[in-house]
């Protein structure tokens, strides 16, 4: 285990917790400050901005960019960057908003990582470009969507209380099971690749990993 990744765990979990169980992230300053509303600097049609949730803006050591969180009561999550004049930016070829959408009340797991609460599953994370259009990584293969299925959600609760044990540092090496699959889409729809990736794995884009 590297300590860049132990580091993305980290930042991925503070995350998580900011969002979907309303506690205060413990960042550079103490905790994620938070203002009126970003939702108008949100062009991505597919999210609701007339239903926002829960908005945060949390600032980087060096104090030149944010990263500011939006979550609405459709389960969906929107996280973009800001340079310091307030203006979106970039994270890697053009990739300037993530959507993290997750189940409803129909897929939820106890997530002891988050205090010991219900927390919605994701199912979906997608790519976005300033204008809100669908964009892909061109360095690997036009990545632009991700899709999950979880198949044993008995399995999936066990292992993923065991990784929450460990804080998210734990390496199942468990995708031979094959009990959660990701369908990989490009920019314009199409399928990619899809296959079997393991519960670690799906722990760090459930915790908003998966970041260009």
Same mark, same amino acid.
């Given at each position: 285990m590297t300590m860049e990744r132990n580091g993305r765990r980290f930042a991925a979990g503070l995350a998580m917790l900011v969002l979907l169980l309303g506690l205060p992230a413990a960042l550079e300053a103490g905790s994620a400050r938070i203002?009126?509303?970003?939702?108008? $600097?949100?062009?991505?049609?597919?999210? &609701?901005?007339?239903?926002?949730r829960r908005q945060t803006r949390d600032f980087t050591a060096w104090g030149d960019q944010s990263e500011v969180h939006v979550s609405n009561w459709d389960n969906q999550h929107v996280t973009f960057r800001l340079d310091k004049w307030g203006r979106p930016v970039s994270y890697h070829g053009g990739?300037?908003?993530?959507?993290?959408?997750?189940?409803?009340d129909e897929g939820t797991y106890l997530d002891r990582f988050g205090n010991g609460r219900l927390a919605p599953i994701l199912k979906r994370l997608s790519y976005f470009d300033a204008q809100g259009n669908p964009i892909g990584d061109a360095e690997f293969d036009d990545v632009s969507r991700f899709e999950f299925e979880i198949r044993d959600r008995e399995k999936f609760q066990e292992t993923m209380t065991r990784i929450d044990g460990q804080d998210g540092n734990l390496d199942t090496e468990d995708e031979a099971e094959g009990?959660? $699959?990701?369908?990989?889409? &490009?920019?314009?729809?199409?399928?990619?690749?899809?296959?079997?990736?393991?519960?670690? &794995?799906?722990?760090?884009?459930?915790?908003?990993?998966g970041k260009p």
């Open positions: 203002f009126p509303s970003y939702c108008g $600097l949100i062009p991505v049609k597919g999210f &609701d901005k007339s239903r926002p990739i300037v908003f993530l959507m993290y959408e997750f189940c409803g009990n959660i $699959l990701r369908k990989v889409f &490009d920019s314009r729809g199409r399928v990619i690749r899809s296959g079997p990736i393991s519960t670690s &794995d799906f722990w760090e884009y459930q915790h908003f990993g």
